[in-house]
């Protein structure tokens, strides 16, 4: 991949990722980058998103009432997504992982790259409202 250039609103939104636990979509990440970045654009965040995806910097959940959710945690791990209110929720390395991916591996014959293991459900708001 070609270097990619120094950017401000690219650096601020990889520490907004960084620093979230919420799972931020390209719309959130723009509106709490917007006041300190007037010029910011919603494309800009999406363009700035694919680059950082690409570097492996920032990782893609899944979609979210139709919106792409993104993890600045690119660690492997689990995720729990609500069916209701859409929060994405870490989950521990003791979540299915690698000896179940490669135990799949040797029986499909193929050899896995990279695993998601993602959880649907109520959380625990939802499930006692």
Not at 62 to 78: I, K, L, M, T
């Amino acid at each position: 991949m070609a270097m990619v250039r120094q950017s401000k609103k690219r650096d601020a939104m990889l520490a907004l990722l960084r620093r979230s636990k919420r799972h931020p979509s390209a719309e959130q990440l723009y509106q709490q980058l917007k006041s300190d970045y007037p010029d910011l654009s919603l494309a800009t965040v999406y363009r700035n998103l694919g680059q950082l995806c690409q570097l492996g910097l920032v990782r893609r959940v899944g979609a979210v009432n139709g919106q792409e959710r993104y993890d600045g945690e690119v660690c492997p791990h689990s995720h729990f997504i609500c069916n209701r209110c859409g929060c994405v929720l870490d989950l521990p390395r003791l979540s299915p992982g690698e000896g179940c991916v490669e135990q799949l591996g040797v029986q499909y014959g193929f050899s896995a790259e990279s695993w998601e293991f993602i959880v649907r459900g109520l959380c625990q708001d939802c499930k006692d409202f």
